[in-house]
């Protein structure tokens, strides 16, 4: 059974960072693009990053350039997003996401969520 589980989720300040983390198992997701999309509140899921498995390439959301990192262990089957800089605006559930090809809303494979809190 694949099962993608998030964690590191929380209650933050506006300024602060949090880490995510999101282990996979049930099978190699090494060739998978993975990433991180988010809801919140009455609005739509989006994108916020991801990463290749061929060359570890990374694009983000423009709303989270220069402030989150993502990166990934293949030999841990775990991706990873750091959040810097928090800003109330980023609170949302984060869902991690994997899939063989590209990275969309229709991404074959999801975590559950983690909540993700920013206080102003």
């Known amino acids: 059974q694949v099962q993608l589980v998030e964690s590191g989720g929380g209650l933050v300040q506006a300024g602060g960072s949090l880490g995510l983390s999101c282990a996979a198992s049930?099978?190699?997701?090494?060739?998978?693009?993975m990433g991180w999309f988010r809801q919140a509140p009455g609005k739509e899921r989006d994108f916020v990053a991801g990463?290749?498995?061929?060359?570890?390439?990374?694009y983000y959301a423009q709303s989270v350039k220069g402030r989150f990192t993502i990166s990934r262990d293949n030999a841990k089957n775990t991706v990873y997003l750091r959040m810097n800089s928090l800003k109330p605006e980023d609170t949302a559930i984060y869902y991690c996401?994997?899939?063989?090809?590209?990275?969309?809303?229709?991404?074959?494979?999801w975590g559950q969520g983690t909540q993700v809190t920013v206080s102003s």
């Open positions: 996401a994997a899939d063989p090809n590209v990275l969309s809303l229709s991404s074959a494979y």
């Open positions: 049930g099978r190699t997701f090494s060739r998978y693009a």
């Open positions: 990463i290749n498995w061929s060359d570890g390439s990374t």
